[in-house]
């Protein structure tokens, strides 16, 4: 489908990406970089990838697909560390749950000869990092890809045909229809979770344990999902 591709950022969405290419044999060959040397470390020792570079910049140069899976603060540094080194015609996109803002980032930019289509799995668990990662995470979950006004067609195509390669569902939509379903369906209720269980944790003591202890299914929701990882958040 993709002779070559580069994962940037090996958490959880990441990992599962990696391994759901690897397992369907998706691309000839796939490259990651991830700053952190516990991530690169476990990517090694478990075999699930050793194409592992240290260099941003190498890991891009000759791919035909370039996937963004970190916090959207990341964004603008990964962008500029990479664009000179970008394949003349490569498909630029990410896997973040807010897309507006960051077509400014790209706009600001000024990317030439890369096509940049966003996309979103709606997908994951409670846990991060690598360990977390799963090979079926996409399978018959969503995933939004918002192309820019007058994208090129093949390329948005060739995108959605591997999320549907690793099992997801696509919906094609614009940035602003994207973060305004999004924004009900998903960062509210986090937002709401996280509060819940900062007012919790909160209390003194002596109330805090009679809180859990007569705790409800419903309060053990809202913890499981405040669970997942700030940062993304």
Known sequence: MFDSISIIGCGLIGSSILRAIKSKNLAKEVK?????????????KENICSNVFNDIRQCVVD?????????LS?????????????????????TGSVKK?????????NLTDVYWIPSHPIAGTEESGP?????EMFKNRWCIISPPKNSAEQPVKSLKALWEAMGSKVKIMTPEEHD???SLTSHLPHMIA???????????????????????????????????NPLMW
């Not at 697909?65 to 916090?71: E, R």
Request: aromatic letters at 6%; charged letters at 25%.
């Open 32 to 44: 990651i970089f991830d700053q952190s040397k516990e991530v690169i470390t476990y990517l090694k």
């Open 63 to 71: 791919s035909d697909l370039v996937i963004i899976a970190t916090p």
């Open 74 to 94: 990341s964004y603008k540094e990964i962008i500029l560390s990479i664009k000179d080194n970008l394949k003349k015609d490569v498909i630029l996109t990410d």
């Open 101 to 109: 803002e960051v077509m400014k980032i790209i706009h600001n930019i």
């Open 131 to 135: 360990k977390a990662g799963q090979t």
């Open 180 to 182: 305004k379903i999004l």
């Open 194 to 228: 996280y509060n819940i269980v900062r007012t919790v944790m909160s209390v003194e003591d002596k109330l805090k344990q009679e809180v859990i202890q007569y705790s409800a299914g419903g309060l053990r929701d809202f913890t499981r999902i405040a669970a997942s």
